[in-house]
């Protein structure tokens, strides 16, 4: 009863579906991948561009803040320490909050892009 053709045939039908699903799988796992490495490569280009925009943006208002202060208490050199010296308290202030303002939302987007699982779902159902 077995080894009649029809099932024989069947059996082979489930390999070649079998195969054909892993190959298919294992396609969609590396087009998974590339996405996720695109998504991340797109979000530190546009974090990296946005950083120095700011940077340069930063710049040009502390040159322009320590001018107008220089004016204000007739000395450039104290005007441009007022600035630098905010600069480092600001600095101490972002090394004490890393944890909570840079790390913790960068672990978080790094999980929600490389572990999730929407595209599997969508193909699921």
Known sequence: ???????IERI??????????????????KLDIIDKIV??????TLTL???LLIVMILIYLSFAVAHALGNA????????????AFYLVL??????????????PL???LVNVLLSDDNIDEHNN
Do not use: G
């Open 73 to 84: 208490i007739d000395s450039t050199p104290i005007a441009y320490l007022i600035v630098s």
């Open 91 to 104: 600095l101490i202030i972002i090394y004490c909050n890393r944890h909570n303002w840079i790390e913790r």
């Open 39 to 44: 998504q991340v490569c797109t979000s530190l």
């Open 107 to 109: 672990v978080r987007f």
């Open 1 to 7: 009863m077995f080894s009649n053709d029809k099932n």
């Open 49 to 51: 561009i946005f950083v």
């Open 12 to 29: 082979a039908d489930f390999v070649e579906e079998a195969k054909r699903w892993v190959t298919i799988r294992k396609e969609y796992a």
